[in-house]
């Protein structure tokens, strides 16, 4: 079953649901490297739920507030801007995807888990590796399957053909979404970022993440593009068996981004305290 002709990328965008508010100011402050503590408490004060749900966080058992933690102003002072902003966002969003009506055999909860664990994992590398944009790792991990999740809300029966072509010829899922469509999830995803304005590193990592060999990012060595770091946490996620699709194999890239290509030295000590943060975090949402 093949598409007629390359489906419009921008009528998907479209058919996301809009921002929030507090989605579209924390997205913004992405780009300012001068934000403050204020203006962050600021944004997520205004939205009651996401307030609760990151003081709910904060006073978990993984920063061992107890309780004692009653104002977000508080919570950013304990966690800092980068670490509650990056909270904030993975909330948001999945409320938002949340309220996308999806086909039969999609799991919400996976693809979350998924692309949690990779923004996770990724941010905990960007710390260490010699990163362009290291301050957009979380995001673009967030995000880099975005594209996945648009296929399958507005092409369920191309969705459901490259499903059946994955498990019928066991080839990787961006070929069969470019054999399905003639076009790949992550050049959705890049699109999707380009209409949002973020950052141009986050949307050539999130567009590269299969190939951060061909993103055009300048970058002169040791220093290497964000989408290395979203392509070795991707693959390393997927080798744990925590992939977004229905059918994502252990190791969907084949093995050919491991974190060791990032120059990190003990990697051992990253790959715990990910596990760690992880592990807690990911109850919260």
């Known amino acids: 079953m093949k598409s007629t002709g390359p489906p419009s990328m921008q009528s998907f965008i479209e058919r996301l649901p809009p921002l929030s508010p507090t989605l579209t100011l924390l997205l913004a402050t992405l780009s300012r490297e001068d934000v403050s503590f204020a203006k962050i408490s600021e944004v997520i004060e205004k939205d009651p739920v996401l307030a609760g749900n990151v003081l709910g966080l904060v006073n ?42 999806t086909p039969p055999g999609w799991s919400p909860k996976r693809f979350n888990k998924h692309g949690l664990a990779v923004a996770m994992l990724a941010d905990t590398l960007s710390q260490e590796a010699p990163l362009i944009y290291p301050e957009g790792a979380f995001v673009a991990g967030l995000l880099h399957d975005l594209g996945k999740l648009m296929i399958a809300v507005c092409l369920p029966r191309e969705y459901a053909a490259i499903e059946t072509l994955m498990v019928e010829t066991d080839r990787p899922q961006v ?34 993440h299969h190939g951060p060999e061909f993103d055009p990012t300048p970058a002169r060595p040791p220093r290497m593009a964000l989408s290395y770091a979203i392509a070795t946490a991707d ?51």
């Not at 107890?66 to 304990?78: K, P, Q």
């Open 60 to 101: 978990s058992s993984l920063y061992g507030q107890s309780g004692n933690v009653s104002s977000i102003r508080h919570a950013v002072s304990l966690l800092g801007v980068n670490k509650l902003r990056n909270a904030a966002l993975s909330m948001s969003i999945t409320r938002m995807w949340d309220k996308m009506r």
């Open 175 to 208: 070929e069969c979404e470019t054999e399905i469509l003639g076009l790949t999830h992550a050049d959705l995803s890049g699109d999707a970022m380009k209409s949002w304005n973020l950052p141009a590193p986050i949307e050539a990592a999130v567009r590269n």
């Open 235 to 285: 693959e390393y996620v997927n080798q744990l068996g925590w992939g977004a699709g229905a059918h994502a194999q252990a190791a969907d890239q084949g093995g050919l981004f491991p974190i060791e290509i990032l120059g990190i030295n003990n990697v051992p000590r990253l790959l715990s305290v990910f596990h760690e943060e992880f592990e807690s975090v990911s109850a919260s949402f």
